[in-house]
């Protein structure tokens, strides 16, 4: 099982920024996702979660309307878009497997993370 | 929302030490849905038990979890090396949150 975080970088304040996650190794078609992010020296913060084909999707309050989980099964592949970004948003993003195909968790799988940073 | 409440913040222990680390929820927690992760610097977190006392694959049986409603546990057997690091609680199902973490470093 690999998942690889790619799109992360440097954005300033009220622009977009779309992230990646590649996964192989397993059935990606047949999970369901998750991201979370994790502020520097801070806690874990789940954001998004999307079912195995993608039908039920949910997000934290604070990023609902801003970001935006889909995902490619065709091309296992989950994304993470970024709208109006914040400052507060600068954070390491984190995909990350659920154990079952409808997102409930617990996350058995996770990428090596993607630093997104929003800076002027 | 569930909120989970870890302590100590930080444990100093020596190894073959056994460790206690604790998770206190804000409510009682249903089916017992509470997981375990560690996160050593600059990695993602691995999950280590989930259910609140199932081993995930490959985690060592010095792992232990339990605990029901409101008050979980994660011990550590006999502490090596390897096992420094974070350790985060999640409570999963309804709702999907993260307590603060508990740093456990060497004394």
């Known amino acids: 099982v690999q998942l690889v975080e790619s799109g992360g970088g440097v954005a300033q304040p009220g622009t977009s920024l779309t992230l990646s996650c590649a996964a192989s190794g397993f059935t990606f078609r047949s999970f369901a996702f998750h991201w979370v992010r994790q502020a520097p020296g801070k806690g874990l913060e789940w954001l998004a979660v999307i079912s195995y084909d993608g039908g039920e999707k949910n997000y934290r309050d604070s990023v609902r309307g801003r970001f935006t989980i889909s995902r490619d099964n065709s091309e296992n592949t989950l994304y993470l878009q970024m709208n109006t970004l914040r400052p507060e948003d600068t954070a390491m993003y984190f995909c990350a497997r659920d154990f079952r195909a409808y997102g409930v968790g617990p996350f058995d799988y996770w990428g090596q993370g993607i630093l997104v940073t929003v800076s002027s | 929302e569930i909120v989970l409440t870890q302590s100590p913040g930080t444990l100093s222990l020596s190894p073959g030490e056994r460790a206690t680390l604790s998770c206190r929820a804000s409510?009682?927690?249903?089916?017992?849905?509470l997981a375990w992760y560690q996160q050593k610097p600059g990695q993602a977190p691995r999950l280590l038990i989930y259910g609140a006392s199932f081993r995930a694959t490959g985690i060592p049986d010095r792992f232990s979890g339990s605990g029901s409603g409101t008050d979980f546990t994660l011990t550590i057997g006999r502490l090596e090396p390897e096992d420094f690091a974070v350790y985060h609680c999640q409570h999963y199902g309804t709702s999907l949150t993260f307590g603060q973490g508990t740093r456990l470093e060497i004394q």
């Open positions: 409510q009682s927690v249903s089916s017992n849905f």
